[in-house]
């Protein structure tokens, strides 16, 4: 049996308690201990609020087992299917869809809080495609399109330190390109350098960049009647911002096109220092892959594709956790004095932890007190 969380790991989850969200207070104490796992139930002094201290992660009110949670976490992340996992785990289908759910629901929370105060040099924008049910071409006017048909991802990650800091799924329209490059600027730190911005052609990103990165001016009046002129937005001198344009061929890449949008005459210096011989998109492209090959339901050519959209959203959420906390990236090993190689998760070389999360660890987090 793991060894359960340290008290001073956990805070009080009831919102009118002072200490609420608050860790290390020593306020907790546990009144009794439960269920095959040892589960410990929990009581506030300041508040004398009584509860679980699974109470708010993804395995509050699972029956299963917490070793077959883990597992079955880790099956749906092996490129395994509910039905796969299901049998493999030997646990019923909807046990795995459950905790496939709540499970992306936490993830999504514990993304929310863990990722932010950023400092990256560029960041990297794609979209990647998915479907749900059945693919946009057999969509017929009786489907529901929030429902079925094509489902995209829009990404963003950090190149440097192969972070995700961007999901943003549902239909690939300029509504959803403007929120995933909105919740990415909302990741960086207040201190933080404005990082240069490489996507690919896609059109809504130049005014989605500039709506977000932009500088409003106030519009000069032409006349004293009426509302005020809505502000300019203007490109501000450090932002640099290039698309990457693959054009195909028979089905192959013919040329790639560099077309700078935003800081032309910068373009070539960020590009040096970054390292690179070229503007690019290949550590997104390279997420992308990844992904594809972790979760079944993005697998072109697949029977296990999602048949609801929440499973699919939820499950997108789980990969991302994983990848960022949880998976090591070689390209990311540091070589030590001793001649050793250490190994780093996203997170480690982003700053945001220091130390690699197992499944386990991740399944007993909770958002609240992040």
Same mark, same amino acid.
């Given at each position: 049996?793991?060894?359960?969380?340290?008290?001073?790991?956990?805070?009080?989850?009831?919102?009118?308690?002072?200490?609420?969200?608050?860790?290390?207070?020593?306020?907790?104490?546990?009144?009794?201990?439960?269920?095959?796992?040892?589960?410990?139930?929990?009581?506030?002094?300041?508040?004398?609020?009584?509860?679980?201290?699974?109470?708010?992660?993804?395995?509050?009110?699972?029956?299963?087992?917490?070793?077959?949670?883990?597992?079955?976490?880790?099956? /749906?992340?092996?490129?395994? %299917?509910?039905?796969?996992? =299901?049998?493999?785990?030997?646990?019923?289908? *909807?046990?795995? +869809? &459950? $905790?496939?759910?709540?499970?992306?629901?936490?993830?999504?929370?514990?993304?929310?809080?863990?990722?932010?105060?950023?400092?990256?040099?560029?960041?990297?924008?794609?979209?990647?495609?998915?479907?749900?049910?059945?693919?946009?071409?057999?969509?017929?006017?009786?489907?529901?399109?929030?429902?079925?048909?094509?489902?995209?991802?829009?990404?963003?990650?950090?190149?440097?330190?192969?972070?995700? /800091?961007?999901?943003?799924? %549902?239909?690939?329209?300029? =509504?959803?390109?403007?929120?995933?490059?909105? *919740?990415?600027? +909302? &990741? $960086?730190?207040?201190?933080?350098?404005?990082?240069?911005?490489?996507?690919?052609?896609?059109?809504?990103?130049?005014?989605?960049?500039?709506?977000?990165?932009?500088?409003?001016?106030?519009?000069?009046?032409?006349?004293?009647?009426?509302?005020?002129?809505?502000?300019?937005?203007?490109?501000?001198?450090?932002?640099?911002?290039?698309?990457?344009?693959?054009?195909?061929?028979?089905?192959?890449?013919?040329?790639?096109?560099?077309?700078?949008?935003?800081?032309?005459?910068?373009?070539?210096?960020?590009?040096?220092?970054?390292?690179?011989?070229?503007?690019?998109?290949?550590?997104?492209?390279?997420?992308?892959?990844?992904?594809?090959?972790?979760?079944?339901?993005?697998?072109?050519?697949?029977?296990?594709?999602?048949?609801?959209?929440?499973?699919?959203?939820?499950?997108?959420?789980?990969?991302?956790?994983?990848?960022?906390?949880?998976?090591?990236?070689?390209?990311?090993?540091?070589?030590?004095?001793?001649?050793?190689?250490?190994?780093?998760?996203?997170?480690?070389?982003?700053?945001?932890?220091?130390?690699?999360?197992?499944?386990?660890?991740?399944?007993?987090?909770?958002?609240?007190?992040?």
């Amino acid at each position: 049996m793991e060894t359960r969380p340290d008290l001073e790991s956990l805070s009080c989850v009831n919102p009118e308690c002072k200490e609420f969200g608050q860790r290390g207070k020593g306020n907790l104490s546990v009144r009794k201990t439960y269920g095959r796992d040892q589960i410990r139930y929990l009581r506030c002094s300041s508040c004398s609020e009584e509860f679980s201290e699974r109470k708010g992660t993804a395995l509050f009110n699972s029956k299963i087992a917490e070793s077959k949670a883990v597992s079955i976490i880790e099956h /749906l992340d092996s490129r395994c %299917g509910v039905v796969a996992t =299901a049998r493999l785990v030997k646990v019923a289908k *909807d046990s795995v +869809s &459950r $905790l496939n759910r709540i499970t992306g629901r936490v993830f999504k929370s514990l993304h929310n809080v863990l990722v932010k105060d950023l400092h990256p040099q560029a960041l990297q924008f794609d979209e990647k495609w998915a479907f749900t049910e059945k693919k946009q071409k057999n969509v017929t006017s009786s489907d529901d399109p929030s429902q079925v048909g094509d489902h995209w991802d829009v990404n963003c990650i950090d190149p440097h330190s192969k972070l995700l /800091l961007t999901l943003v799924p %549902g239909r690939r329209t300029s =509504a959803s390109i403007k929120t995933a490059v909105a *919740d990415a600027a +909302s &990741r $960086l730190a207040l201190d933080a350098p404005r990082p240069a911005i490489f996507t690919d052609g896609e059109p809504a990103y130049e005014e989605a960049i500039l709506e977000v990165f932009g500088k409003p001016y106030a519009s000069p009046r032409t006349s004293n009647l009426g509302r005020p002129p809505l502000p300019i937005m203007r490109v501000p001198h450090d932002l640099v911002y290039a698309q990457v344009i693959k054009h195909r061929q028979a089905g192959k890449v013919s040329e790639v096109e560099i077309r700078p949008i935003f800081g032309k005459g910068k373009l070539d210096e960020v590009v040096e220092a970054l390292g690179w011989q070229k503007a690019n998109t290949s550590a997104i492209e390279r997420f992308n892959l990844t992904d594809r090959c972790r979760n079944a339901r993005k697998a072109r050519k697949s029977l296990t594709f999602s048949k609801k959209s929440r499973l699919h959203d939820a499950q997108s959420f789980i990969s991302v956790l994983l990848y960022n906390f949880h998976h090591c990236n070689r390209s990311l090993s540091l070589r030590m004095e001793d001649g050793h190689w250490q190994k780093r998760t996203p997170a480690i070389a982003a700053g945001l932890s220091e130390k690699i999360f197992s499944v386990l660890e991740l399944l007993r987090l909770s958002a609240i007190g992040r």
